[in-house]
């Protein structure tokens, strides 16, 4: 049967009617189903009620809270034990000291070390695991191999613990001496190893320790797996998938993942598809979040909203992070209301909610709707972030709201104790420029206490050629010359610029300077889906087997656009602008 909140206090009211409530046996089993339950409240009121609480009572909380992710209450509750002198024994201190590991409390578990010493548990191995992995994770290595070389007896768990410990601290060569001293190794061992070597991107050594392993796992393939696709070795990575004898899910996340990473999105729905087709392994909420993250880099809103249909259908209609993937790909592949009529559709609702909603209703020019969600955000008790803020100033900047885009970014430091990144400067370089105000702009520029960056001189060229200002211009393409020297689209937008102008002269002064260069512009590239197939195509391109077919629906087009009044612009279609 599953236990619940109320068959809980039945079984408690039932404890008190029959005066167990001092029972050292019914009562801490009582405190670890209340932890089951996430009602550590409950837990404590039981726990303080115990007039004679033994070390199994305290053992009970600790585990609880710990259960719970109170770590800090667990330190603070063992503090209170030492005042009482109650006595811990060995099962009391791997679980503070694992507490201490997680809120880094490394002077707070140095005293447990004394106590350990002082109350005759050097010799734990349990303990003595626990005191390694506090001195690895606060980078005291010297004292974690100071408590390894104590230890009378030293089992497998030991050894992967120090070893571990140094890979944890970067010394891949002082793991790899150990591993070779240790009398054991089991298949945990092999792979925390061959891990060690992928994060230090030596992937030669980590095969070699994969092919030398006596038996392998799943876990030993997927270590391998995601180290190829960690360190950009998608052909590696395949084809080492294609080896495998048994995959799980997280063998497809590492493939996927890898194609993900490395900017291989059409891969990833292929692969996506290949999964389902087999049928053996199911798709998990990692699976399915990547998949979208796919379809939104690559416009492919049919797919995605298959994958959407499919997540409702599998039970993830209430998962944030897939809710927050599908708001992502509907916002970036132009559907803005169906981003927003998931995210009204979600009863729990993250940081990253937030933020990409609000990103997503500014990169369509739906400003006002994006700072009415952030005034709701607050409302909610979520507190924005850096990212938040981003999407606040870009909402500024389509309504030309520029008071109240300095307000905003003011309010970063002042409110909310957010220091500004290069991003949140571009952003108000970009307010000020889109506004008219360049001179502002500039100024803006020359106080901030970072350096501009590309992006920020490019928004600033951009402007200057809807306000003409040709010195401005000329003074952002100095400094990109500088940054970017091989971006010949730096020189296309001062070309242009001097076009409207009519400058032609020196639109040939910067179309040599250009050439000079030795770079040629990379072409716009788009992309467009049909019938769940994701086709890419730039300018004149000819690849595309229906070429004739497209280009006859082109110029029929064209003639509708003349037809309805439509003149081009030819300043912006010269040959090379």
């Known amino acids: 049967m599953h236990l619940t909140t109320k068959h809980l206090h039945q079984i408690q009211t039932q404890v008190v009617t029959s005066g167990l409530e001092q029972s050292d046996y019914i009562t801490p089993r009582i405190i670890t189903a209340c932890a089951q339950l996430k009602q550590m409240t409950y837990a404590r009121k039981m726990f303080d009620k115990i007039t ?67 109350n005759g548990f050097r010799a734990n191995i349990f303990v003595g695991t626990a005191l390694i992995e506090l001195y690895s994770t606060g ?12 230890m009378y007896e030293r089992n497998v768990v030991v050894w992967t613990s120090m070893i571990n410990g140094y890979i944890s601290c970067g010394d891949i060569v002082s793991a790899r001496c150990l591993f070779e001293l240790a009398p054991e190794r089991d298949v945990i061992l092999w792979n925390t190893i061959v891990s060690g070597y992928i994060d230090v991107r030596n992937m030669i050594e980590a095969r070699k320790l994969f092919d030398q392993m006596p038996k392998k796992d799943v876990i030993s393939w997927n270590t391998m797996l995601s180290g190829y696709a960690n360190n950009g070795d998608v052909e590696e990575c395949k084809r080492l998938f294609e080896e495998m004898p048994e995959r799980n899910v997280f063998s497809w996340n590492g493939l996927i993942g890898g194609y993900a990473n490395n900017g291989l999105f059409f891969e990833v729905l292929d692969a996506f598809k290949r999964m389902l087709t087999e049928g053996r392994v199911f798709p998990n909420d990692a699976t399915i979040v990547t998949v979208l993250s796919a ?55 993250d940081l990253i909610t937030w933020n990409t909603i609000i990103s997503g209703l500014a990169m369509h020019g739906r400003g006002a709707g994006a700072l009415s969600l952030f005034h709701e955000m607050k409302n909610a008790g979520e507190m924005p972030d850096g990212i938040t803020f981003i999407g606040i100033l870009c909402a500024c900047t389509h309504m030309g709201l520029v008071e109240e885009g300095l307000s905003y970014f003011q309010s970063m430091a002042m409110d909310y104790s957010i220091v500004p990144q290069i991003e949140h400067y571009g952003c108000m370089v970009d307010l000020l420029a889109r506004a008219g105000r360049l001179a502002e ?67 040939a002064r910067i179309k040599v300077a250009m050439r000079d260069t030795g770079f040629k512009k990379l072409p716009g590239c788009s992309s467009i ?49």
């Not at 797919?303 to 809710?323: I, M, P």
């Not at 600033?460 to 000329?474: D, F, H, I, T």
């Open 441 to 507: 702009a500039v100024d803006f520029v020359k106080r901030m206490p970072i350096e501009a960056d590309a992006v920020i001189w490019a928004n600033l060229l951009g402007s200057c050629r809807v306000y003409k200002n040709v010195e401005l211009a000329e003074l952002a393409l100095e400094r990109l010359t500088e940054l970017e020297p091989k971006n010949p689209a730096n020189f296309v937008m001062l070309s242009n610029i001097y076009g409207d102008l009519g400058r032609w002269k020196d639109v």
């Open 295 to 349: 379809c939104a880099r690559l416009g492919a809103l049919d797919f995605g909203k298959w994958v959407h249909v499919y997540a409702e259908y599998n039970g993830y209609q209430g998962n944030v992070c897939v809710g927050n993937a599908l708001i992502d790909m509907y916002a970036k592949c132009g559907i803005i209301e169906n981003a927003v009529n998931v995210f009204n559709s979600m009863d729990t609702k």
């Open 52 to 118: 004679d609480q033994n070390v199994v009572s305290w053992n009970a909380m600790f585990n609880g809270y710990a259960q719970n992710e109170f770590h800090r209450t667990v330190v603070v509750l063992f503090t209170q034990m030492k005042k009482l002198d109650a006595m811990p024994n060995c099962f009391t201190f791997p679980i503070v000291l694992k507490s201490c590991v997680k809120i880094n409390a490394l002077r707070e578990g140095e005293e447990l070390h004394c106590l350990v010493l002082k």
């Open 139 to 150: 980078k005291a290595i010297e004292a974690a191999y100071k408590v390894f070389g104590e």
């Open 529 to 577: 889906e049909v019938n769940e197939v994701v086709v890419n195509f730039y300018s004149l391109d000819k690849r595309h087997p229906k070429t004739e077919e497209i280009y006859e629906t082109l110029k029929g087009l064209t003639k509708l656009l003349r037809s309805s009044g439509y003149v081009p612009d030819a300043r912006v279609l010269e040959p090379g602008a």
